[in-house]
């Protein structure tokens, strides 16, 4: 297998990165990955995002610059 392995600032091994011919392989091979793969998120945390989202869409004066929000975060620690 071709894996490219994802690592944080630290050097420690945060994910896999499989390519997708390989992954479409492996789940040929091994059928209960399907069962892995499918949607399992909560339809309460759905809605939750939807929420979130549509206020944000309504109402980005309460939305902060990321690179600010960062700088904020690392000055306060």
């Not at 392995?5 to 990165?17: L, P």
């Not at 492996?26 to 069962?35: A, H, N, P, Q």
């Amino acid at each position: 297998m071709n894996l490219q392995y994802i690592s944080d600032s630290q050097g420690i091994t945060t994910g896999v990165f499989i390519p997708i011919n390989e992954w479409n392989a492996l789940k040929s091979k091994y059928s209960e990955i399907e069962k892995e793969e499918a949607n399992n998120i909560p339809q309460w945390h759905k809605n939750v995002v939807s929420d979130r989202l549509a206020n944000f869409k309504s109402d980005r004066s309460q939305t902060l610059d990321f690179d600010q929000a960062i700088d904020d975060i690392e000055n306060n620690f």
